[in-house]
């Protein structure tokens, strides 16, 4: 472990090239899909958890199934829709980062709208006498929920992008984990394990590691300025 | 209050920290031991080719349910381009001399009739840039592919994806239209796969499996050999294996080391691919993992194992020693 550390200090400090690269792509992967993973799932979790419509309760019990879905799975169906003899393959998505998005994005906008639908259904009644008291339209009772949940609305953010980054299974599938392009933090342990190089593979699980926490100091201190 | 937990969480990881950095280094800087040790090497049966093919445009690509798929888009240009970079004298030589300076001993050698190419290398144009390989783990956790391409990229401008599995899923994912060109090592896979019309014949060579280069197959074991294996030849130290019961880890992922390993073990055994051929032996452990894993868990049992040499040279390498 110490040894490990070491390591990990040493690659952070010498800025190695490939270190570098690797967090880079796992960087722009996990905030591109947690950024449009949000943008999905706060809308969608807040009409299932305020809205009323037939079929209501059978898409929260299909979006709380699609919460569980196995990466794996995710990333055999991404595989199989964008690789060479697939429906999608004009759109020469397999082994590049914007595939790997895509399958983030299928990943978590679920997990997204699953924690935001209580949370809206728990605000809304007050809200909704609120606007009426007040006259407001639909729009804005939805803007004001919006701005009421900013809070929670974080919180499920860092949930969202600790998922993309701490994801494997369905970028490997359809990054193919390949070096200086798609080869992100997780896979790239998986690759060091396989050569038996365990102290490389330790180092860089710290660095990922660490770079979460940072993430979530900073934003986590955002949070504080939200109100609640 | 969040405030001082978050201050509290980091100085508890600052300590932690500071915690491991003042504990004495181990002794040998290992992190794992690995308790293997190669107990047989340099049969005639366990030499281990490695060919590479060009996947035809023209083969009769299908989807997921069978229905064929005519467009599906290869770089030939490219893949032609590399295999006969890798096949000329430079490329050659290169990948025979691959590992010395490492590991004092060479990983690859270059077969006396092999596969040779002085076709002329075009440099690369928009169209034609883009290469993916697939390959096995063998030649790429080994490094050689780590070693060769930046070389090849550097002097024509091509830029060479390198997708690595075991050879079942490099073959299979050549079928499924996502790679130019694949270098595998299972010979029985890859005439399947040239019977099926997935190869072609590049200009100036005479058949689609372009064998150029091995290295052999290990049999690795507990330092002890409680078997008894040393000395002994392959398929015999097989069968004694079987025999005694000793513990065995097989890829069971139809990797070209998983393929080998099968021709090994006695016929009346009747070990296949199939899980219920092995379900009565209890120690034949199907691992269903990449080489390193495998290596490890054989080495954690205390149990035989079947490797290719170069990864079992780079695995030990880099587990035994921290490398600086």
Known sequence: ?228 | MKKLFTVLLAMAMMLSFAACKDQNTPPDDSIIDVNLEILIEQDDSMINTYSLLAVNDAAPFEDADGNPVSDVTLNTQGADALINWLLSEEGKELAANFGYDEYGQYLFYLLDDGASSDAEIPQATEETKLIRMSTTTSVNDSGLLGYLIPKFEEAYGYKVEIFSAGTGKAIANAKCGNADLILVHAKAQEEDFIKAGFARTLEGQNAERLSYMYNYFVLCGPPDDPVGVKGMSVTDAFAAIAEQGAKFVSRGDGSGTHTKELSLWPQQLGISEDPTSFADYDWYISSNAGMGACLLQASEQGAYILSDKATFLTFVANGGKVES
């Open chain 1, 1 to 228: 472990m110490s040894i490990a550390l070491e390591k990990a200090l040493d690659l952070i400090f010498a800025g190695d090239r490939t270190l570098l690269q690797i967090l880079a792509v796992t960087l722009r992967m996990s905030f591109a899909s947690s950024l449009a993973a949000l943008l999905f799932g706060v809308p969608l979790g807040i009409l299932l958890g305020s809205a009323r419509f037939p079929g209501k309760k059978i898409l929260i019990v299909l979006n709380r199934t699609m919460m569980g879905m196995p990466p794996v799975v995710c990333g055999l169906l991404c595989f199989l829709m964008f690789c060479g003899v697939g429906p999608l393959r004009r759109l020469k998505l397999l082994y590049t980062v914007t595939g790997m998005v895509i399958a983030q994005i299928l990943l978590i906008t679920p997990i997204v709208a699953g924690t935001m639908e209580p949370f809206a259904a728990a605000i809304y009644p007050d809200l909704r006498e609120t606007a009426l008291g007040l006259g407001l339209k639909k729009k804005k009772l939805l803007w004001l929920m919006v701005r009421e949940s900013t809070y929670q609305i974080v919180s499920t953010y860092l949930l969202g992008l600790s998922r993309a980054m701490a994801e494997v299974g369905a970028v490997s599938m359809v990054g193919g984990a390949i070096a200086f392009k798609t080869n992100v933090m997780t896979t790239a342990i998986m690759n060091y394990t396989n050569m038996g190089n365990f102290t490389m593979a330790l180092a860089l699980g710290i660095i990922l590691l660490a770079v979460s926490l940072a993430i979530n100091i900073t934003i986590s201190a955002l949070q504080r300025g939200t109100g609640q």
